[in-house]
């Protein structure tokens, strides 16, 4: 069992940047890709960025190309998001996620663990 905490969420003027952290703790293994997602009130969870165990293989959704880069520390088990240039459209609750597979899965399905969530508002 893993646990999954986020943290640096808030409230920022559009065109600011935000750093979302995630700590891991519990048994984390070769393998463990991790994600963020967000879910905007009245809307589905949506993948926004992933990384592999090692770091090699970053994907992100369109809409976030470019601004938003991901990135983990596994001697420390955290994951980070860099978010520039913030939207409005980019507010929601962010949420963590993790899985062992050896791909970037983008569907939240298919990952098991899952932090408490983390509000960015982006105001414009």
């Known amino acids: 069992q893993v646990q999954l905490v986020e943290s640096g969420g808030g409230l920022v003027q559009a065109g600011g940047s935000l750093r979302l952290s995630c700590a891991a703790s519990?048994?984390?293994?070769?393998?463990?890709?991790m994600g963020w997602f967000r879910q905007a009130p009245g809307k589905e969870r949506e993948f926004v960025a992933g990384?592999?165990?090692?770091?090699?293989?970053?994907v992100y959704t369109d809409s976030v190309k470019g601004r938003f880069t991901i990135s983990r520390d596994n001697a420390k088990n955290t994951v980070d998001l860099q978010m520039n240039s913030l939207k409005p459209e980019d507010t929601a609750v962010y949420y963590c996620?993790?899985?062992?597979?050896?791909?970037?899965?983008?569907?939240?399905?298919?990952?098991?663990?899952w932090g408490q969530g983390t509000q960015v508002t982006v105001s414009s």
């Open positions: 519990g048994r984390t293994d070769r393998w463990y890709t």
């Open positions: 990384i592999s165990w090692r770091g090699g293989t970053m």
């Open positions: 996620a993790g899985v062992y597979k050896l791909v970037v899965p983008r569907s939240p399905q298919l990952y098991d663990d």
